[in-house]
């Protein structure tokens, strides 16, 4: 299936695109260079979502006369998505689905079979140094099991640190699968997958893959990398957490792809066996909100609309 998005308003667009780019598949955007241009008026879109937040769209000539149209079908939005929490965003994406497969029943089958049925799930990069396997364990034992993975990037001393780590976040809690990135593994919600030392781990369809990744004198695995490369291979959304560290691994990488995630959250600073990482995030303005590692887990089952047991 095929959508268009018409908006004055890039970071709207963005986001709605991201939302629904992995449930339809081919989203094109048209910003108001196109809507001028012409090329709006030529799409060979299915459905032309028109973004309506920013009102002066409907003095449009080509958008009215697009309204107008039988083909493509129009849909109207004029929700501010950019404030949203993720569960409101998630709601609004299921309320434009419906709507697509009301006007369009057709091709309705397309969405029901897409990839919004199963593969596709958010991911929730964790970022640790200092102090970080007391700080995991308290998190993962206040967490509810939820329908998303977490991908651990603790950094880790020794070749061996990464199943001393599973072992000891494994002994402590039993909801949540705690496993070390491999090649091929597949990415299952409600599994919490460890990134070895010197690799880094990206997403390939529904299944982890893992390349060597060094950096002369830098801990390993590394925080930014891991960012870049979740945010850049992941179809679905892409949250983080930064907890105790010392250093500032993390914040560059925060710093690019902050507008491309769910939400930056961090641990707060009087918690943190070591406070300088997460507090580096909170200098460059990249952490949404902060909490303790209780607070953390709690934030983030509520964002998915789950209670804390």
Known sequence: MRIGIASKNGTQAGIMAELLQPIAGEVTVF????IDGGSFMQSNAHVMIIDYSVDSIMEKECVMDMITRDEPKVILTEKQLYPLAHDERLAWRKKIINEIMRVLPDLASELNNSKETG???DVW??????GGPDALNTFLSALPR???SLIIAQHIGSDSGSVSLQKVLSSRQDRWAIEIGGDGAPLQPGHAYIVPRDSVMSIEGIRMTSRPFQLPNQPSPSINATLRSIRRTSTGGVGVIILTGLGDDGTAALKEIKHKTIMVLAQEADECAARSMPDSARQAGVVDESHTAVGLAKRLAKCYGVGVV
Not at 31 to 34: G, L, Q, T, V
Not at 125 to 130: A, F, L
């Open 146 to 148: 939820l329908p998303i």
């Open 119 to 121: 593969s596709v799930h």
């Open 125 to 130: 990069v964790i970022g640790s140094s200092s």
């Open 31 to 34: 910003d108001e260079a196109a």
